[in-house]
Nanobody, 122 residues
Framework: VQLQASGGGLVQAGGSLRLSCAAS????????MGWFRQAPGKEREFVAA????????HYADSVKGRFTISRDNSKNTADLQMNSLKPEDTAVYSC????????????????WGQGTQVTVSS
């Protein structure tokens, strides 16, 4: 599985962005998908994850109620809608795919896309 993340950019606090992760490979629908982020000088942290049939979804406490993860297996995409963005959301966001039900740890994911920069100005 190859993953390509897009949709990052510069936005003011309170604004919104939608990240998209496009996957290649016909087995996309059998993978859990996750979004992680890494800010400068900080460790990679979990943001959101969704099971392969979208019945199990998890969010980091810091983004609950503001971010929404979704997927479209017919299009091989997994999106992250980010609303009410805060300066502390500034980071490089990466999508990942893994052969498990759903995961919140980076080590559970086998495939990673390149990151997309999200910058939130105050």
């Amino acid at each position: 599985v190859q993953l390509q993340a897009s949709g990052g950019g510069l936005v003011q606090a309170g604004g919104s962005l939608r990240l998209s992760c496009a996957a290649s490979g016909r087995t996309f629908s059998t993978y859990a998908m996750g979004w992680f982020r890494q800010a400068p000088g900080k460790e990679r942290e979990f943001v959101a994850a969704i099971s392969w049939i979208s019945t199990s979804i998890h969010y980091a406490d810091s983004v609950k109620g503001r971010f929404t993860i979704s997927r479209d297996n017919s299009k091989n995409t997994a999106d992250l809608q980010m609303n009410s963005l805060k300066p502390e959301d500034t980071a490089v966001y990466s999508c990942a795919a893994g052969r498990m039900w759903v995961g919140i740890l980076p080590r559970e994911y086998e495939y990673w896309g390149q990151g997309t920069q999200v910058t939130v100005s105050s």
